[in-house]
């Protein structure tokens, strides 16, 4: 199965400061790449498909990118509610894996 | 699009965790496949397995053919069975749906229900 690495584990950030989060896979992943916001006691969600797609409703704070094997989560000027956890996922093969996740604290 | 799971939040081992996600507010039969994922502090996120309405699956292997995802058309939800469950199958368990029928990324999520194994 593809193997999903995420770093940092956990990034510290002042409000109104700006973060960027890392994801590699083990394998090529032909732009399947989603990332996932995760808030205390709730679900995941979908903010990014496609490495780049913002899907509905997600502002454009939140923007995705590759760089050679890297995959990269950008979020600017950090507001209360973007404190959370953050995962990556490939959907390029069964079985689709996240990574671990990065957690954004203040 | 909302989904709803439910289910015993206490399974003894070796016994079968059986949970359903109801889905409202859209059709079971549309252009998405159904899935269950679960989270563990040990595990993190794991996909679990996936359904279309016509009936195809998919499942990871690393349960080894323990769980079995069912789809009802005429109540609007689908299911997933578990069997043999341990301890490491404690987690919480969701539904999601992928966002298209060729894009398995997932949209919509249930709030998730907490299965323990124990007796």
């Known amino acids: 199965e593809i193997v999903m690495t995420q770093s940092p584990g956990t990034m510290s950030v002042s409000p109104g400061e700006g973060a960027t989060l890392s994801c590699r896979a083990s394998q090529s992943l032909y732009g399947n790449l989603a990332w996932y916001q995760q808030r205390p006691g709730q679900a995941p969600r979908l903010l990014i498909y496609?490495?780049?797609t913002r899907a509905t409703g997600i502002p454009a704070k939140f923007s995705g990118r590759v760089s050679g094997t890297e995959f990269t989560l950008t979020i600017s000027s950090l507001q209360s509610e973007d404190f959370a956890v953050y995962y990556c996922?490939?959907?390029?093969?069964?079985?689709?894996?996240f990574g671990q996740g990065t957690k954004v604290e203040i | 699009v909302h989904l709803q799971e439910s289910g015993p939040g206490l399974v003894k081992p070796s016994g079968t965790l059986s949970l359903t996600c109801d889905v409202s507010?859209?059709?079971?039969?549309?252009?998405?496949?159904w899935n269950w994922v679960r989270q563990s502090p040990e595990k993190g996120l794991e996909w679990i397995g996936e359904?279309?309405?016509?009936?195809?699956?998919n499942y990871n292997p690393s349960l080894s053919s323990r769980a079995t995802i069912s789809i009802d058309k005429s109540k609007n939800q689908f299911s997933l069975d578990l069997t043999s469950v341990t301890a490491a199958d404690t987690a919480l368990y969701y539904c999601?749906?992928?966002?298209?029928?060729?894009?398995?990324?997932?949209?919509?999520w249930g709030k998730g229900t907490a299965v323990t194994v124990s007796s």
């Open positions: 359904m279309y309405h016509t009936g195809s699956s």
């Open positions: 496609g490495i780049s």
């Open positions: 507010g859209g059709s079971i039969s549309s252009s998405h496949w």
């Open positions: 996922q490939q959907y390029k093969e069964r079985p689709y894996t």
């Open positions: 999601a749906r992928s966002r298209t029928a060729l894009e398995y990324n997932m949209d919509v």
